[in-house]
């Protein structure tokens, strides 16, 4: 051992790092309570930012009075029945227009407002400004944040003449007087401040995605009727944990309530046997050989798609298709010997109405055979309907064809035998595979339950 390294291998003196240490902990407690501060700061902030944002504030101004056109006035009605206003701002029960219909979402209900000119329940103080805003960027007079179940997300491409077209047909209809209901939603999700970040995720101003191949003038006039004024893609694509529509499974189906929204890519459209005349036929009438509208369907042709003019029909149907669109597919025939059951419940139960073969009946019962839901992949909508039945749908709700409705089977069939019918017919007619299970089938019949849905009689 080298006898002078000794002294380089000790450890250095306590003495000298106490000056350090004692330096050290000053500076640690400024930091801590500057982020302390700090994040005081940002709590408060973030408080006045969700009082500021539920806040219901009416524009300090007179009630607008809104000059239009005969010729105006009837663009602004087409143009709000494209953009399905009534779907969620007219219940049925309150005057046009006068909000009130649920809107059942992933994190609460929410309630279509009141959109009539009346100046303190409705939009009677608005500007064509503030209505523009609120349209196509979620955002209400005051910096209320709107929730997207009004669909800006889609809207944001909206023309600003149309908008305006839009807002002029409102100002010229009845006021209402009706009150709008608090949305039911828990907290968090009852503050709109944090809209501002769902907006920062998925309100971007750049051109909505396609699930079709197309350049022609149709197929853009489409495009803008599909993606933003009928905010297709709102139901009918699948949605992030948080509520966001994924782009990149643009229309490949998607689920916000009891039955799913198919997928109407070109490529699925062609797979159930959709041509481009039976896809016209449904937007226009709600029935067709391919299948006929339900559920929450039926009042997006009721109220929209049925006023379709000639020209923006072929344009719809030449969007979702593709200016060359695929031919659609026959219904491949399988084995359905071992499916005896199935056959033995459809034709005690079904045949009556839908015919032996499933044929079903001009403009009242829907031929079953090549239907559209009958060859969904997922069979969840054709279960669904097994178990609770589709309501009538007459009068006033009928639309452009009325509906004679179809029974639940809930009460008469256990899991095994909807897994049975389910299973024949989508073999026998649909050309799907046998794989509904009575597990399945149980699994909807609960969804069904949760979801309080009737039994159709």
Known sequence: MNPHSAPLESPPQPHAQQPRASATRPRRRHLLRNAAVLILVLLVLFAIAAIMGNRHVLPDREPQKVQVTPQQLKQGEYLARM?????????????????GTPLETGFGTVFGTNITPDPDLGIGRWSADEFYKAVTNGTAPGGRQLYPAMPYASYHRMKREDADLIYGYLMNQPAAATPNQKPQMPFPFNLRVLMLGWKMLYLRGDELPTASQGQSAEWQRGRYLGNVMGHCAECHTPRSALGGMEKSHWLAGGTLGLFSA????AGQLAERGWSAESLEQFLRR???ASGSAFDEMHPVIANSTQYLSDADARAMVTFLLGDAPPPPQPVAPIDTTSLAAGRSHYMALCASCHGSE???????????????T????DGRNLVLSILVGLPRRTGEQAGPTTLPGMPGFAHELDD??????????????????ADITAARAAELRGAAKKADRAIAP
Request: glycine share 18%; aromatic share 4%; net charge positive.
């Open 358 to 372: 499933g044929l079903g009946r001009q403009l009242t019962m829907p031929p079953l055979h090549g239907n559209s």
């Open 83 to 99: 953009g399905d206003c009534a779907a969620c701002h007219s219940s049925g029960k309150a005057p046009a227009f006068a909000g």
């Open 374 to 377: 009958v060859r969904q992949a």
């Open 416 to 433: 095994q035998a909807v897994a049975d019918l389910a299973n024949y017919v989508r073999g026998q007619m649909g050309g799907q595979r």
């Open 286 to 288: 709600g029935y067709s």
């Open 262 to 265: 198919p997928g109407i890519t």
